[in-house]
């Protein structure tokens, strides 16, 4: 049974920082491995998604790995704004995607 | 393009009622899934849908719970008899066909609050 684990549960640091978050999954025969913002009170915007052939994807600040051999992924956010104050959430599967519980991000500034 | 459309927003019921959660996929998306996020818990699948079809419904649980997607009109979640511990948040999401490999889009949820 996959489980997902996100480290660490809450990560607070001043504006302009950057930082990881990281995530680990039991099963290292994932299909994909996506990461989701959630913001208070509403639903979750996919940031970036890695299949299970590549290694790394980029969008902007983000930046994701993947190690399927050591069931491990970062997401790196550079220079840090308080507008990047959200839930990180990370998921591995398809359509039936596996949760992990998150990292509560506050960017104070 | 509007996105996963999710109604309503908030839902309140007292125990023993019936609660209908309504979810629109994006246009062109013919793939359904509901996810529920429990207090302090993480999102966990429930059912993965497409049209007048359950693919895969090994999350819901096995009693008072179901789920459709018609060939017209939204996909629903039914939950009879609703208990406190069914207060939760409950999320749509949907991907177009024949795309194991894309990303899933995510509805606004509904939050169920059971008296």
């Known amino acids: 049974k996959q489980e997902v684990t996100q480290i660490p549960a809450a990560l607070s640091v001043p504006e302009g920082e950057n930082l990881v978050l990281n995530c680990s999954f039991t099963?290292?025969?994932?299909?994909?491995l996506q990461w989701f913002r959630q913001d208070p009170g509403k639903g979750l915007t996919s940031l970036l998604l890695?299949?299970?052939?590549?290694r790394e994807q980029t969008s902007g600040r983000l930046n994701a790995s993947l190690d399927k051999s050591s069931g491990r992924s970062t997401l790196y956010i550079a220079a840090s704004q308080p507008g990047d104050s959200a839930t990180y959430l990370c998921?591995?599967?398809?359509?039936?995607?596996?949760f992990g519980q998150g990292t509560r991000l506050t960017i104070n500034p | 393009n509007a996105g996963v459309m999710q109604n309503p927003r908030h839902l309140v019921r007292r125990r023993g009622q019936e609660a209908r959660l309504r979810c629109s996929p994006m246009?062109?998306?013919?793939?359904v899934y509901w996810y529920r996020q429990l207090p302090e818990e993480g999102l966990k699948f429930m059912v993965y849908?497409?049209?007048?079809?359950?693919?895969?419904e090994s999350g819901m649980p096995k009693e008072r719970f179901s789920a459709e997607f018609p060939k017209e009109g939204p996909s629903i979640l039914r939950i009879q008899q609703v208990v406190r511990g069914d207060s939760a948040a409950y999320f749509c999401?949907?991907?177009?066909?024949?795309?194991?490999?894309?990303?899933?889009?995510f509805g606004s949820g509904t939050q169920l609050s059971v008296l």
């Open positions: 998921a591995v599967g398809a359509q039936k995607l596996v």
């Open positions: 999401a949907s991907s177009p066909p024949g795309t194991e490999d894309e990303k899933l889009f």
């Open positions: 246009k062109g998306h013919s793939h």
């Open positions: 099963d290292s025969a994932i299909y994909n």
């Open positions: 890695i299949q299970s052939s590549q």
């Open positions: 849908l497409q049209k007048e079809n359950i693919i895969d």
